[in-house]
């Protein structure tokens, strides 16, 4: 009977035990949601811990290459490095502007071959474009990308593995200055982008000459509000 006694007591230990992690882990979850996102549902990462005083920027290109230089500008002024999302066809055809970004310490990103929309794609042809992509930069930089950014945010079950089968991590924004829209001045694109939180932020922008003239400005004032700003792989990692 008391040997019955110890073993029922020693089970209910082990189970407080077990009981206590899994409390723990769910909480850890619950404390850091990119984590469940990243590895469990396997969703695009659209911010990074917004406990932190940090934020990203990213610029998604395939055209406005006119503006590019601008903006690289602008970034060496302020002494911030970001993610260029770059098309496989648009660093095809401009190798010398996309090994200027790299020169200048920016960090280069995934944005599938051609713009096509991912989310009408099987698998197969969701891989065989983010593929083609990555051979077109990696023979540019000697550089293999680790983060994927589909065309408009458009995306499906797909894409996710095909990125994740390549081993890439799939981004998205949780501020976007929409400034590819008509009327979209600096003006506009400033208060877009200031109305909303900056921390753990992905900021979304294009190659526009009016995101050119708003950049600075969004620059000092998120900056102003002791945010750190940088890369994606600075705001993740």
Not at 6 to 16: F, M, N, S
Not at 175 to 204: F, P
Request: aromatic share 8%.
């Amino acid at each position: 009977m008391r040997i019955i006694i110890l073993k029922r007591k020693y089970i209910l230990v082990a189970a407080g035990a077990i009981l206590l992690i899994l409390l723990g882990f769910i909480s850890f979850l619950r404390d850091d949601i990119t984590v469940l996102q990243r590895y469990l549902l396997h969703e695009p990462i659209r911010s990074g811990d917004p406990s932190l005083n940090k934020a990203a920027i990213t610029c998604n290109v395939d055209w406005g290459n006119e503006i590019i230089p601008e903006i690289l500008d602008v970034l060496d002024d302020k002494n911030i490095k970001i993610t260029f999302f770059v098309t496989g066809r648009w660093a095809s055809k401009y190798p010398e502007l996309l090994q200027e970004m790299f020169n200048r310490g920016h960090e280069i990103g995934n944005h599938g071959y051609s713009h096509k929309t991912h989310s009408k794609m099987n698998k197969k042809d969701n891989f065989l474009e983010i593929k083609k992509a990555e051979e077109a930069i990696e023979k540019v930089l000697g550089v293999k990308p680790k983060y994927f950014a589909p065309p408009s945010g458009d995306y499906s079950e797909a894409t996710l593995e095909a990125a994740e089968k390549l081993g890439y991590q799939t981004i998205l924004w949780s501020i976007d200055t929409i400034d590819w829209q008509e009327g979209s001045t600096a003006d506009v694109i400033i208060s877009r982008v200031m109305k909303k939180s900056h921390n753990g932020a992905i900021l979304l922008m294009h190659p526009k000459r009016e995101t050119a003239k708003a950049l600075p400005i969004i620059i000092d004032r998120i900056i102003e509000e002791g945010i750190q700003l940088g890369t994606v792989s600075n705001l993740l990692e």
